[in-house]
């Protein structure tokens, strides 16, 4: 937490992800079973974690960028998301411009946004503790 995720890359960001869900009782999958067996990563603008619990069936994607994560970049993904209650963006290592959040506040029933520090206080009180 302190290098801000600096030695870990955009697949090991998805992972931590998917191990935070866990520890908050959702059924996680990380990117998308392939006919083979393996797991295919989804890359930008994609659903990189979905998880499920009785109430909720969430969209998640992470964003492992230095730079804020901008409205297009929101609109993108709620555009592959039709299937979710609702999508989460994390942010692992940035935040998000103002028009990324004004669209999120307007539409909070669809859409949560987690900057860095969110995220950060997610893990310290789910995984960390």
């Known amino acids: 937490l302190d ?9 090991q ?21 392939t006919a083979n067996g393996g797991i295919k990563r989804q890359g930008d603008f994609g659903i ?3 998880a499920k619990n009785g109430q909720e069936y969430l ?20 555009g592959v998301a039709q299937k979710f209650n609702k999508v989460i963006i994390v942010s692992t290592k940035s935040g ?3 028009q990324a959040w004004t669209h999120a506040n307007d539409n909070p029933y669809l859409i949560e946004l987690w900057d860095s520090n969110r ?11």
């Open 96 to 98: 998000f411009t103002s």
């Open 13 to 33: 960001a998805e992972d931590i992800v998917g191990k935070l869900f866990e520890k908050k009782n959702y059924t996680v999958t990380i990117g998308s079973p």
């Open 59 to 78: 969209g998640i994607q992470v964003k492992h960028w230095s730079m804020d994560v901008g409205f297009e970049d929101v609109a993108k993904t709620l």
């Open 119 to 129: 995220f950060k206080n997610e893990l310290r009180q789910y995984l960390l503790k």
């Open 3 to 11: 290098d801000n995720f600096a030695r870990i890359s955009w697949q």
């Open 48 to 50: 990189d974690v979905e």
